[in-house]
């Protein structure tokens, strides 16, 4: 069972996470395999993530290679933060539908960005069709990027963000986010070639701080010797 399909339903989830609790808990099934897969899902739905690890990973060993089983198991790991475990569960899993659904894409690009890979969070995104699910997706790559301190992906998530649907919140993620990146090339922890598409990023916003930040970002370039030329100069 994947426990996924029940998320915004008030009133079945909370029927049934009794049910699970009723069966899980009774004297004839507690000590069997279908008995702590319900109370597994009893506490999954109560988001007790830690009593869901415990009871399924007492029966983990009769679910080798079950994707249904790795889904679930993944997302009690990722929400406790558990990451890198959790990503190779995610990785794990062969079923297109599960790999389709968006809980597991945003579980999955969370683990990708907390574990230091934000790159392949972003193709995660660069795969999906144009939908609100890839603007979620997309949202969620920026907020954490940024959260985490990897402003390179940030600032390119805010960007999109920005040009489909501008707003002061992300103009504001957008600008972190590029001042975030500048100042790792100038601690040297970022290429300076990124440097050349922070500008453009910056020249795609109507905000009248755009230029102060641009001059800024190009003084240094230029005494640094950093090479921005097919950058289009401020007037």
Not at 44 to 62: A, I, R
């Amino acid at each position: 069972m994947l426990f996924v399909s029940y998320l915004g339903q008030r009133e079945l989830l909370r029927t049934a996470q009794q049910y699970f609790q009723l069966v899980g808990g009774s004297a004839s099934e507690c000590d069997t395999i279908p008995g702590r897969q319900c109370m597994a899902s009893c506490f999954f739905l109560m988001g007790q993530f830690q009593d869901v690890l415990v009871y399924l990973s007492s029966v983990k060993t009769y679910f080798y290679n079950d994707d249904a089983f790795n889904f679930n198991f993944a997302q009690a790991k990722a929400s406790l933060g558990h990451f890198k475990e959790a990503e190779e569960y995610f990785l794990s899993i062969s079923s297109e539908r599960i790999k389709n659904d968006y809980i597991f894409l945003s579980w999955l690009a969370r683990c990708h960005i907390m574990n230091q890979k934000p790159s392949l969070a972003w193709d995660l995104y660069m795969k999906m069709e144009t939908s609100q699910e890839s603007f979620s997706l997309l949202t969620l790559i920026a907020n954490d990027c940024y959260r985490t301190g990897q402003f390179y992906f940030a600032a390119k998530a805010f960007d999109v963000l920005d040009r489909i649907e501008g707003s002061q919140e992300y103009w504001e993620g957008k600008r972190g986010a590029c001042i975030g990146v500048f100042q790792a090339i100038i601690a040297q922890r970022e290429s300076r070639d990124t440097l050349k598409e922070v500008l453009r990023m910056l020249r795609n916003t109507v905000n009248p701080q755009v230029d102060y930040i641009i001059r800024i970002m190009i003084r240094w370039a230029k005494a640094n010797v950093v090479q921005i030329e097919d950058v289009e100069p401020l007037e």
